[in-house]
């Protein structure tokens, strides 16, 4: 088991534990990885040729770009283009091997078009982070309070994170873990489905003069809970 991920997963769940607004655990430790992995690019080891070779190949996807030009690095991120645009070229060209030329550019098209530096990076750390964050439920008892703190988790981790246990928990702890999760997750998507209900209510006149509650950040809510805050810079 990769133990440098315990500490950082045991404090994304006494965040969100402690402050239900920070909203998925998983999302907070994306959010983190997004960040260190923004700077590290745009940092020194930009020029760090190991790096560099697979910023060249695989390029970033527009989110990360316009993260990227948000941090005001421009030299940063035209000495990235130009490597970049080297391999792109080559891409257009397509392999000079025999067959067709057209597809084989447009195969390789594909593949850099559904590719990102970043969120691969990103993606394998938090794919490790998701298994440690079942392991340490299933081997440490002081994990699992923090644990069942979480205010909710988003779908895309909710359904992750429940895959993996399913794989690898033993039945019995599975069985205990996923009642656990389905009622952290169904008493949110309630809450939230009634604060839904009550904010389309308040356009209407006749309820002029009732209270918002807590359903002015509903829709927003909604939208986190539904697709996680995976493309949200902060
Ligand atoms: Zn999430
Ligand atoms: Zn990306």
């Given amino acids: 088991m990769e133990q440098i991920y315990t500490i950082p997963v045991g404090e994304a769940f006494d965040e969100v534990g402690a402050k239900s607004e920070c909203g998925c655990p998983f ?35 527009l989110s990360h770009y316009n993260m990227m030009l948000r941090r005001k690095r421009m030299l940063g991120m035209g000495l990235m283009l130009e490597s970049h645009l080297v391999e792109v070229e080559k891409k257009i060209d397509g392999p000079t091997l025999l067959g067709s030329k057209a597809q084989a550019s447009v195969g390789a098209l594909e593949r850099l ?47 992750r994170m ?36 009550w904010f389309c209510k308040k356009f209407d006149y006749r309820y002029d003069e009732e209270p918002w509650y807590n359903s002015k950040d509903s829709v927003q809510r909604s939208i986190k809970f539904l697709s996680g805050e995976l493309g949200l810079d902060d």
Wanted: charged share 30%.
């Fill in 162 to 197: 429940i895959e993996y246990a399913s794989k690898k928990m033993s039945k019995r702890i599975f069985k205990e873990f996923y009642e656990l999760c389905h009622g952290i997750e169904k008493k949110y998507v309630t809450e939230l489905r009634g604060d839904v209900s």
């Fill in 27 to 61: 999302c907070v430790l994306y959010r983190r990885l997004q960040n260190d992995e923004l700077d590290i690019i745009l940092g020194a080891s930009m020029m760090e040729p190991d790096i560099r070779m697979k910023t060249n190949e695989q390029g970033f996807c």
């Fill in 113 to 159: 078009n559904g590719d990102c530096y970043v969120c691969s990076r990103i993606e394998k750390n938090l794919t490790a982070m998701i298994s440690t964050a079942v392991y340490l439920y299933e081997s440490d008892f002081d994990f699992r309070e923090r644990f069942a703190k979480a205010p909710y988790f988003c779908l895309p981790h909710y359904k």
